[in-house]
């Protein structure tokens, strides 16, 4: 039986911050790091769990990432990420909307590809270490970064085209 | 708070990210957890993990319905069993005291049903007289008569 209180306080930043970066909600982010602890809790008592950091990585990543394809597209106001002070009210306006496409859009991917890419871009893993988190092979890792990485390029370009 | 890591292109080389989604990315990493948010939620999942053991409230209902159906079922079977024999002697309004006896004395039997049958068929009398046979039987001797239970000092009214 671990010590949880433990484990909440070593792995918990990571989980929190994985939720955070992929959701960008607060109430969102909350629910997430719950399932995934209560998840884990659960897990451990069917099997014995060896590698606690790469199994939390891994439910707080594909956990989120589920959440955000359910989630609809009009998020309430409440819990989104505060803006930054120096910025200009249209400069925090772009910038919001530019992270809100992006997370539009890795919703979209495959999960594979969309796990890979949060690791990779905003958790700045390296393939070896993503590939060991997900339990896939370095090279499956690499091709999926890339397909993510076209898609999401392709999407974000087609979406300045509409802009302009 | 750990420190937030931040993405690693060395570790695997990569090409560079096209700019819209260099600065999509850069946006999102630009928002760091709000530590109160983070402390919300770990507070919260402190009080929910490990699970707090629940009182198995559900099986002690369940064990303490089903002994008091074993128990009213128990009690209705002891219940026709006793009510499938004779039922026995009701006990009715306090008769005359039982008749003492003398052991000495034999008991005559009391008339039977067909002793009354046959005296009603005889004649009148003879079922009168074998009514207060039975009387005799089952009351208890009258007490005698009292004679002058007035008192003394009423004789001057009479």
Known sequence: MPDWNALIDEHGPMVVRISWRILGHAADVEDNVQEVFLEAYRLQQKTEVNHWRGLLRRMATLGALARLRRRRHNVSLDGLEPPAADASPEDQLIHREL??????????????????FALRCLEGLSLTEIAQSLGITYAAAATALSRARAKLEAVLAETAMEDQ | MTEEPKPNEAND????????????????????VPEELSRRVLEAVRQQVPPKTRRPIGRLALVALLATAASIGVALLGWRLLGSRAPGP???????????????VPVAPLPTLWAYQQAAKESPEALESLLDRHARQLLPPEPP??????PSSAGGIL
């Open chain 2, 90 to 104: 009701i006990p009715g309004p306090s008769g005359p005291p039982a008749v003492a006896h003398d052991p000495a």
């Open chain 2, 13 to 32: 080389p990569q090409e560079p990210l096209s700019p819209a989604l260099c600065d999509a990315v850069a946006e999102i990493l630009a928002r760091p």
């Open chain 1, 99 to 116: 992270a809100a496409r992006l997370r539009q859009a890795i919703a979209a991917l495959p999960e594979r590809e969309g796990a890979v």
């Open chain 2, 145 to 150: 008569l009292r004679t002058g239970f007035l």
